[in-house]
Protein backbone atom coordinates (compact mmCIF):
# COMPACT_ATOMS: atom_id res chain seq x y z
CA UNK A 1 0.00 0.00 0.00
CA UNK A 2 1.59 3.42 -1.05
CA UNK A 3 1.63 5.92 1.40
CA UNK A 4 1.85 9.29 0.70
CA UNK A 5 2.85 12.43 2.88
CA UNK A 6 2.54 16.12 1.83
CA UNK A 7 4.74 18.91 3.10
CA UNK A 8 5.44 22.79 2.38
CA UNK A 9 2.03 24.40 3.12
CA UNK A 10 1.52 27.61 4.49
CA UNK A 11 0.16 31.62 4.53
CA UNK A 12 1.52 33.91 2.35
CA UNK A 13 0.51 36.60 0.41
CA UNK A 14 -0.61 37.75 -3.18
CA UNK A 15 2.17 37.37 -5.40
CA UNK A 16 4.61 35.47 -3.02
CA UNK A 17 5.71 31.59 -3.90
CA UNK A 18 5.53 28.48 -1.94
CA UNK A 19 6.81 24.69 -3.14
CA UNK A 20 4.92 21.83 -2.39
CA UNK A 21 6.77 18.42 -1.76
CA UNK A 22 5.33 15.15 -1.88
CA UNK A 23 7.08 11.65 -0.83
CA UNK A 24 5.90 8.02 -1.15
CA UNK A 25 6.68 4.76 0.53
CA UNK A 26 5.75 1.47 0.26
CA UNK A 27 4.93 -0.67 -2.87
CA UNK A 28 6.36 3.02 -4.64
CA UNK A 29 6.70 0.63 -8.21
CA UNK A 30 3.22 1.18 -9.37
CA UNK A 31 3.86 4.89 -8.94
CA UNK A 32 3.53 5.47 -12.68
CA UNK A 33 1.78 9.15 -12.16
CA UNK A 34 1.97 11.63 -9.61
CA UNK A 35 -0.58 14.34 -9.38
CA UNK A 36 -1.25 17.58 -7.42
CA UNK A 37 -4.95 18.22 -6.83
CA UNK A 38 -6.80 20.88 -4.28
CA UNK A 39 -10.17 21.59 -2.83
CA UNK A 40 -11.22 25.22 -1.48
CA UNK A 41 -14.65 25.27 0.95
CA UNK A 42 -17.54 24.36 -0.81
CA UNK A 43 -15.79 23.21 -4.18
CA UNK A 44 -15.41 20.19 -5.63
CA UNK A 45 -11.28 18.66 -6.10
CA UNK A 46 -9.86 19.92 -9.09
CA UNK A 47 -6.88 18.53 -11.09
CA UNK A 48 -4.11 21.26 -10.80
CA UNK A 49 -0.92 19.53 -12.53
CA UNK A 50 0.84 16.01 -12.77
CA UNK A 51 3.95 14.71 -13.58
CA UNK A 52 4.41 11.45 -15.42
CA UNK A 53 7.19 9.16 -13.95
CA UNK A 54 9.05 7.86 -16.80
CA UNK A 55 9.48 10.47 -18.35
CA UNK A 56 8.75 13.60 -16.80
CA UNK A 57 6.14 14.97 -18.78
CA UNK A 58 3.93 17.20 -17.14
CA UNK A 59 0.32 18.51 -17.46
CA UNK A 60 -1.62 22.05 -16.28
CA UNK A 61 -4.83 23.14 -15.27
CA UNK A 62 -5.00 26.06 -17.37
CA UNK A 63 -5.36 28.17 -14.34
CA UNK A 64 -2.14 27.16 -13.30
CA UNK A 65 -0.13 27.27 -16.13
CA UNK A 66 3.25 29.89 -16.57
CA UNK A 67 2.78 30.45 -12.63
CA UNK A 68 3.18 26.64 -11.48
CA UNK A 69 5.86 24.04 -11.92
CA UNK A 70 5.71 20.72 -11.00
CA UNK A 71 8.61 18.01 -11.19
CA UNK A 72 9.80 14.24 -9.88
CA UNK A 73 12.62 13.27 -8.73
CA UNK A 74 14.66 11.16 -11.12
CA UNK A 75 15.57 8.29 -8.29
CA UNK A 76 13.25 8.46 -5.62
CA UNK A 77 9.30 8.66 -5.52
CA UNK A 78 9.14 12.54 -4.49
CA UNK A 79 7.87 15.23 -6.68
CA UNK A 80 7.44 18.78 -5.66
CA UNK A 81 5.22 21.36 -6.94
CA UNK A 82 6.82 24.91 -7.33
CA UNK A 83 3.82 27.56 -6.85
CA UNK A 84 5.33 31.19 -8.16
CA UNK A 85 3.04 34.57 -8.61
CA UNK A 86 -0.04 32.97 -6.04
CA UNK A 87 -3.26 34.51 -5.97
CA UNK A 88 -5.89 34.30 -3.55
CA UNK A 89 -8.00 32.39 -5.56
CA UNK A 90 -5.35 29.60 -5.36
CA UNK A 91 -6.18 29.25 -1.67
CA UNK A 92 -7.40 25.49 -0.90
CA UNK A 93 -6.04 22.29 0.53
CA UNK A 94 -3.57 20.73 -1.39
CA UNK A 95 -3.37 17.21 -2.12
CA UNK A 96 -1.15 14.90 -3.54
CA UNK A 97 -1.65 12.18 -5.62
CA UNK A 98 -0.30 8.69 -6.78
CA UNK A 99 -1.37 6.26 -9.54
CA UNK A 100 -0.77 3.62 -12.29
CA UNK A 101 -0.94 5.98 -15.20
CA UNK A 102 -4.61 3.79 -16.22
CA UNK A 103 -5.84 6.62 -17.62
CA UNK A 104 -5.65 10.49 -18.18
CA UNK A 105 -3.29 11.78 -15.74
CA UNK A 106 -6.02 14.70 -15.42
CA UNK A 107 -8.56 12.99 -14.36
CA UNK A 108 -9.10 12.38 -10.65
CA UNK A 109 -10.20 8.75 -11.06
CA UNK A 110 -6.82 8.30 -12.23
CA UNK A 111 -5.25 8.32 -8.80
CA UNK A 112 -5.58 5.53 -6.54
CA UNK A 113 -3.40 7.40 -3.63
CA UNK A 114 -3.78 10.61 -1.66
CA UNK A 115 -2.02 12.73 0.97
CA UNK A 116 -3.61 13.86 4.00
CA UNK A 117 -3.43 17.05 2.06
CA UNK A 118 -1.86 20.43 3.45
CA UNK A 119 -3.30 23.98 3.43
CA UNK A 120 -2.26 26.72 1.18
CA UNK A 121 -3.61 30.44 2.26
CA UNK A 122 -3.02 33.47 -0.18
CA UNK A 123 -4.00 36.33 1.59
CA UNK A 124 -4.78 39.60 -0.47
Known amino acids: QVQLVESGGGLVQAGASLRLSCVAS????????MGWFRQAPGKEREFVAA????????EYADSVKGRFKVSRDHYKPTWTLQMNELKPEDAAIYYCAAGPLNGYMTSLSSYVNWGQGTQVTVSS
Open 51 to 58: VRRRDGTT
Open 26 to 33: GGTSEVRS
